[in-house]
C-alpha cells in the first residue's frame, strides 16, 4: 500500500536573542486533538503552495507576523499521528527573524515565548521531546526523522543525518 500522508508544516519562530521560543498553547476547543498541549506552529500544506510558501503562510495566519529568514531543520513521518489514524509527514523549520508582532491569540490557544531551556518543562506530545532537542542544537544537517504513533501513544523514534 503507498505511504499517501498529510503534508505538513511545522515551525518555531525564535524571539530576537535566540532564547526563546513562540509556543502555540492548545487550549481553545474542547474537540482539539491537541487540546492542553504546547506546539509550534503549522499546519496542512494547500495543493497550490510549495511547503515553504506553506510555512509563511500558516506562521502569518497563526501568529500575525512575516516570516524574514527561515531554515528547514528537518522532517518526520509520523505514521499514525492523527486523530483517526492518518499518517503525516511535516516538514520542521526554525524562523530566525520576521516582522511585525505576534499575537496573543489566535482561534486555536494562547501564543507564549518561552525559553529554549524550559520547552522540556510544558505540556506536549511525548514525541515532541524526542525531536526538539535536534530542532535547537549547533548542528547544521537537517534531521529525517521516522515517528510512528498508535492510539494517540508515540510507539518508537528514530532519525539520520546526511
Known sequence: MPYTPIVATLGYV??????QVL???RNVRAN???LGKYNGLGGKIEPD?????????EIAEEAGIECTAL???GTISWPGFGKRGEDWLGFVFVVTAFTGTPLER??????EWVAIDRLHELPMWEGDREFLPLVFDGDPRPFHG????RDGR?????????
Open 14 to 19: 525564535l524571539s530576537p536573542d535566540g532564547k
Open 23 to 25: 509556543m502555540l498553547h
Open 32 to 34: 482539539d486533538h491537541h
Open 49 to 57: 503552495e510549495d511547503v515553504l510558501a506553506g510555512m509563511r503562510r
Open 71 to 73: 531554515s528547514l531543520r
Open 106 to 111: 489566535n482561534p486555536e490557544g494562547t501564543l
Open 146 to 149: 521516522v515517528m510512528p504513533y
Open 154 to 162: 508515540m510507539q518508537s523514534w528514530r532519525y539520520s543525518r546526511a
